[in-house]
């Protein structure tokens, strides 16, 4: 089954450039979506097809994809960015399809 | 607008079924292109997906967990219900009913709701 990997936490200050990875075996070909969760929280859409935001997104939260690592990008990192976010694509296989969510990782601003 | 509403017991005991209930409003699954899909979060651990429903009555599974779940709709009341047999302590976690366009992003949740296994 198709794995996606993301490291465990990140930390960044306030006002700098946050980059979360996600990494999966030609995840390029794949269209990754990403998600904020803050605790006690559903998740939030942030990103989807590897670079559009949902309306209501702030312009600092940007994607990337090529090879083997999609990256999510906050850009000017404020405190209320702090939370865990989630990469997720969807798989096939015959007739079977389904979808896979990357480990997660904790945002923590210093 | 769209929204989501999960239902269903907090408790369960080892070895019984567990039935949810997403209730929806703001879209039809009855419309081409919409999917409800089944997602759990353990306290403190990642995301994982369950299961999906489509408007066409196609059925997918986690491939690890597919001989436990059932997933069905009534497109007339708006809802999506789950079941997951044989219900272990592991199990305990917070259930998420989400909605997509197609087998693309989950655009819309529910706020979940927390599922605890135990005797």
């Known amino acids: 089954s198709y794995v996606l990997t993301q490291p465990p936490s990140v930390s960044v200050a306030p006002g700098q450039t946050a980059r979360i990875t996600c990494g999966g075996n030609?995840?390029?070909?794949?269209?990754v979506h990403w998600y904020q969760q803050k605790p006690g929280q559903a998740p939030v859409l942030v990103v989807y097809?590897?670079?559009d935001r949902p309306s209501g997104i702030p312009e600092r939260f940007s994607g990337s994809n090529s090879g083997n690592t999609a990256t999510l990008t906050i850009s000017r990192v404020e405190a209320g960015d702090e939370a865990d976010y989630y990469c997720?694509?969807?798989?096939?296989?015959?007739?079977?399809?389904?979808?896979?969510f990357g480990g997660g990782t904790k945002l923590t601003v210093l | 607008q769209v929204t989501l509403r999960e239902s269903g017991p907090a408790l369960v005991k080892p070895t019984q079924t567990l039935t949810l209930t997403c209730t929806f409003s703001?879209?039809?699954?009855?419309?081409?292109?919409?999917?409800v899909s089944w997602i759990r979060q353990p306290p403190g651990k990642a995301l994982e997906w369950l299961a999906l429903?489509?408007?066409?009555?196609?059925?997918y599974y986690s491939t690890s967990l597919k001989t436990r779940l059932t997933i069905s709709k009534d497109t007339s009341k708006n809802q999506v219900v789950l079941t997951m047999t044989n219900m272990d302590p592991v199990d305990t976690a917070t259930y998420y009913c989400?909605?997509?366009?197609?087998?693309?992003?989950?655009?819309?949740w529910g706020q979940g709701t927390l599922v605890t296994v135990s005797s």
């Open positions: 989400a909605r997509t366009g197609g087998y693309s992003y989950f655009d819309y």
């Open positions: 703001g879209f039809s699954l009855s419309t081409s292109g919409m999917c």
């Open positions: 429903i489509d408007w066409d009555d196609d059925k």
């Open positions: 030609n995840i390029g070909s794949k269209s």
């Open positions: 097809d590897d670079s």
């Open positions: 997720q694509v969807w798989d096939s296989s015959s007739d079977h399809r389904y979808v896979v």
